[in-house]
């Protein structure tokens, strides 16, 4: 399975991007998939995930409410929705799928598939 990242770019503050992730290969829409994002000296650091088994999207609490991750099974592609974007959310971007257990999804090691990562850039 591979993962495409695109939709990166720089924005001022306040506005929006939305990025995408599309999965090739063996995919069978069976992952959760998500993201995770590094800013520029800091640790890699969990996003967002849609969770297959129960249907659900748990988020980091620096995104809650600005956020959002949806899917389209038919394309296998997810999509990161980014509003209100703040100066510190600028990072690379990664896309992950795979099937983390229980609390491991804000694990990066969780996940079996990542993608090459796209640059988000928030001006103030």
């Known amino acids: 399975v591979q993962l495409q990242a695109s939709g990166g770019g720089s924005v001022q503050a306040g506005g929006s991007l939305r990025l995408s992730c599309a999965a090739s290969g063996r995919t069978g829409n069976r992952f959760d998939m998500g993201w995770f994002r590094q800013a520029p000296g800091k640790e890699r650091e969990f996003v967002i995930v849609f969770r297959r088994n129960n249907g659900r999207t748990y988020s980091a609490d620096s995104v809650k409410g600005r956020f959002t991750i949806s899917r389209d099974d038919a394309k296998d592609t997810v999509y990161l929705q980014m509003d209100s974007l703040k100066p510190e959310d600028t990072a690379v971007y990664y896309c992950?799928?795979?099937?983390?257990?229980?609390?491991?999804?804000?694990?990066?090691?969780?996940?079996?598939?990542w993608g090459q990562g796209t640059l988000v850039t928030v001006s103030s």
């Open positions: 992950v799928a795979g099937f983390p257990i229980l609390s491991a999804y804000e694990s990066w090691s969780a996940y079996r598939y």
